[in-house]
């Protein structure tokens, strides 16, 4: 994952290559984007994520201390009414934790990937 701040600083574009494995077995690679900044109208953080699979949402997100949490509205997935959650969580200087979870109808998180973010 690599970042940079653009537009003077108010947002940041980060670009990822991610690789799902089932097993041993590679099955998926996902290049995407995901520009993150404050939304002064509405008052609150925003994610616009984008995915050669096809994705595209907005995500809206609450700070709470050393966490950026980032929830998408309800979508159908696979037939199914799922939330997805992107989570930052900044462990020291320049070291963050990303968390990927969805909720299947209302229900608990599920962990989708989870990736240690070091910055030099």
């Given at each position: 994952?690599?970042?940079?701040?653009?537009?003077?600083?108010?947002?940041c574009?980060?670009?990822?290559?991610?690789r799902?494995?089932?097993?041993?077995?590679?099955v998926?690679?996902?290049?995407?984007y995901?520009?993150?900044?404050?939304?002064?109208?509405?008052?609150?953080?925003?994610?616009?994520?984008?995915?050669?699979?096809?994705?595209?949402?907005?995500?809206?997100?609450?700070?709470?201390r050393?966490?950026?949490?980032?929830?998408?509205?309800?979508?159908?997935v696979?037939?199914k009414?799922?939330?997805?959650?992107?989570?930052?969580?900044?462990?020291r200087?320049?070291?963050?934790?990303?968390?990927?979870?969805?909720?299947?109808?209302?229900?608990?998180?599920?962990?989708?990937?989870?990736?240690?973010?070091?910055?030099?």
């Amino acid at each position: 994952m690599a970042s940079r701040w653009i537009i003077g600083g108010l947002f940041c574009v980060f670009t990822w290559d991610e690789r799902i494995f089932s097993g041993a077995v590679r099955v998926n690679e996902i290049h995407g984007y995901s520009i993150i900044g404050w939304d002064s109208l509405d008052g609150e953080y925003r994610m616009l994520r984008a995915a050669n699979l096809g994705v595209l949402h907005q995500l809206r997100g609450k700070l709470d201390r050393s966490r950026l949490a980032f929830v998408s509205d309800e979508t159908i997935v696979k037939g199914k009414f799922t939330r997805v959650r992107y989570t930052f969580v900044r462990k020291r200087p320049k070291v963050i934790v990303w968390i990927a979870e969805m909720s299947i109808r209302g229900g608990p998180w599920t962990l989708i990937s989870e990736s240690t973010l070091h910055y030099t």
